[in-house]
């Protein structure tokens, strides 16, 4: 089968298009044909290995997986001999960081984790950038029990993760302040904003209004400038570590005294959360934002395009 492979961790570059064996299903597995996938911001990490403390999960000295893609959507195509929630033909999609292997021709996953059917009249293009953004913004939106009537506000809300947090804290019932540039306004206002503040004309740390809870999805704020912005209990948190690390100790301090909060919670994903994403899209309350697609031969491309900071919600892989 075709796949894009690394060896070594680097730029984009490091990814060749080879062929390679197709995998077999073990018992508890499934064979999933790909027809789309995406390259996101968890590729891009481990394949740079920007971060060093990636490599003690992808590989010290070189990538342990060498194929990439943690989203996916596609059909079965065989099944192991003990599976028994999917058969061969069914349409799925899900999440799989901790094997990678969805730029793929094919890959497995045990039946077990983070994968569901597709919903009838969702395509394999919208059904594979469900997964990444969203399951970050959960993580976090429950971390800061986010309820009815809370007051939110959702820094970087054009990203993956801040576009679905921005649909994921209106389905939750709290009011949205999205903050972005002036070009993905109307963007943000769609997927449900009460409010949206284009960074370009207004500095957000700088409006009179108090929140329960502030979210920063590309991670270019600090603790620091949003603490005034918090009402008594508030919570902040970021996607990223900030400056020398700040979040991860602050998260630590913060906690420990009675008042505005830091969290920095670790990401997980069960097969409950695809469900509840699917749930959610059969219920029209959520969809995946997508900026462009790229045929698979181009997924080196579409790495460099990710690697701008600068795409609006998600970038899609097609193989068909
Ligand atoms: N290391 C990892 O494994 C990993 C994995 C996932 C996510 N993350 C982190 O999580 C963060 C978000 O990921 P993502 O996939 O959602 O990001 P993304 O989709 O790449 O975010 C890009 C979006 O952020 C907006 N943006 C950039 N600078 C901004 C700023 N100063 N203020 C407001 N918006 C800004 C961009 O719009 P404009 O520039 O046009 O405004 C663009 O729409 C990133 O910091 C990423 O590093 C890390």
Redesign the pocket.
């Known amino acids: 089968m075709k796949a894009a492979v690394y060896k070594k961790y680097g730029p984009p570059d490091v990814v060749r298009i080879e062929e390679v064996d197709k995998p077999s299903p073990r018992s508890v597995e499934v064979l999933v044909k790909v027809f789309a996938t995406t390259v996101?911001?968890?590729d891009?990490?481990?394949r740079s290995a920007?971060?060093f403390i990636?490599r003690f999960f992808s590989g010290l000295f070189k990538p342990k997986f060498e194929i990439l893609g943690n989203e996916f959507a596609g059909i079965v195509e065989a099944v192991g001999k003990d599976v028994a929630l999917f058969n061969v033909g069914d349409s799925v999609f899900g999440y799989n960081d901790t094997k990678f292997g969805a730029h793929a021709e094919y890959m497995t996953i045990a039946e077990k984790d983070a994968i569901t059917t597709i919903p009838p009249d969702v395509t394999f293009e919208q059904a594979a950038p469900l997964t990444?953004?969203a399951h970050?913004a959960l993580c976090d939106i429950r971390a800061a029990r986010v309820k009815n009537g809370d007051n939110v506000l959702i820094?970087?809300?054009?990203?993956?993760?801040?576009?679905a947090a921005v649909q994921l804290v209106k389905y939750f019932g709290a009011k949205v302040t999205a903050?972005?540039?002036t070009?993905?306004v109307e963007i943000v206002k769609s997927l449900g904003a009460d409010q949206v503040i284009d960074?370009m004309a207004q500095d957000f740390t700088r409006i009179d209004q108090k929140f329960d809870f502030i979210f920063d999805?590309?991670?270019?704020s600090s603790f620091g400038q949003c603490k005034p912005l918090l009402k008594k209990y508030g919570i902040y948190i970021s996607?990223?570590l900030g400056k020398n690390s700040e979040n991860i100790f602050l998260a630590l301090l913060t906690p420990l005294f009675n008042g505005k909060k830091v969290l920095f919670p670790l990401p997980a994903i069960k097969k409950e959360d695809v469900t509840f994403l699917k749930e959610l899209v059969e219920s029209g309350k959520f969809r995946p934002l997508v900026?462009r697609s790229y045929h698979f031969d181009q997924i080196v491309d579409a790495y460099k395009y990710?690697e701008t900071?600068?795409?609006?919600?998600?970038v899609v892989i097609t193989l068909t």
């Open positions: 996101n911001r968890t891009c990490g481990f920007e971060y990636s990444e953004g970050y820094y970087g809300a054009s990203g993956a993760i801040g576009s903050v972005c540039n070009q993905n960074y999805a590309v991670g270019k996607t990223e900026d990710v900071r600068q795409k609006t919600g998600n």
